[in-house]
């Protein structure tokens, strides 16, 4: 484990090696879950005032539940989370070409909000667990992202390096620097991954 200011940060997210792979995986991550993406107290706000600028991007079945419940839901950890289609699709997803997206990144990529996604997605397959103390940044080893750990089918970069431009949204750029630095010197090997 490494410690940065009030984050304890696995040794998995320097050393795993990780590309996300849509085309095999197909965005399942918007549907396999128990509970939909976790949400900031920020992003609630956010959600609440763009959902009409998002809903054109959205499935009907997607706008009947956000219509019904409002733009988040507390889930069984107790957690504000993005409402489900019938307990399994993320709310906000769709899908083109078979592929499953984001509604709300597609409205940014579009141009229509200045909000990419809730940080918790854009930072997947890190997960953030908050303590009283200290936030545990993890690595979510789930297979259905086996296809972008797969070393002969990937040029993998270590999570870090891959979720650069989420850990700084997330962090910031000190933050990051010092992530950085502690992954180019100190020796996994010797340390191991506790």
Request: hydrophobic share 35%.
């Amino acid at each position: 484990m490494l410690q940065i200011d009030n984050t304890i940060i696995s040794l998995d997210i320097l050393e795993k090696k990780f590309v996300c792979n849509i085309q095999e995986c197909c965005g399942v991550c918007c549907l396999n879950g128990d509970s939909g993406a976790p949400l900031d107290e920020f992003e609630i706000k956010i959600l609440e005032i763009y959902y009409p600028r998002i809903k054109p991007f959205m499935t009907s079945e997607g706008i009947e539940v956000i219509d019904k419940v409002g733009t988040f839901i507390i889930d069984v950890e107790f957690e504000k989370v993005t409402p489900l289609i019938n307990g399994k699709d993320c709310a906000f997803s769709n899908v083109a070409d078979g592929i499953y997206y984001c509604a709300i990144e597609k409205a940014f990529n579009e141009g229509v909000i200045d909000f990419q996604k809730p940080i918790s997605c854009h930072l997947y397959p890190i997960r953030v667990k908050k303590h009283k103390d200290f936030e545990a940044v993890n690595y979510d080893k789930w297979d259905i992202c086996n296809s972008a750990t797969q070393p002969l089918s990937h040029q993998g970069k270590p999570l870090y390096i891959f979720l650069k431009e989420a850990l700084i949204r997330k962090y910031g750029q000190d933050w990051y620097d010092q992530l950085d630095y502690a992954a180019k010197n100190l020796d996994i090997k010797k340390y191991g991954n506790v």
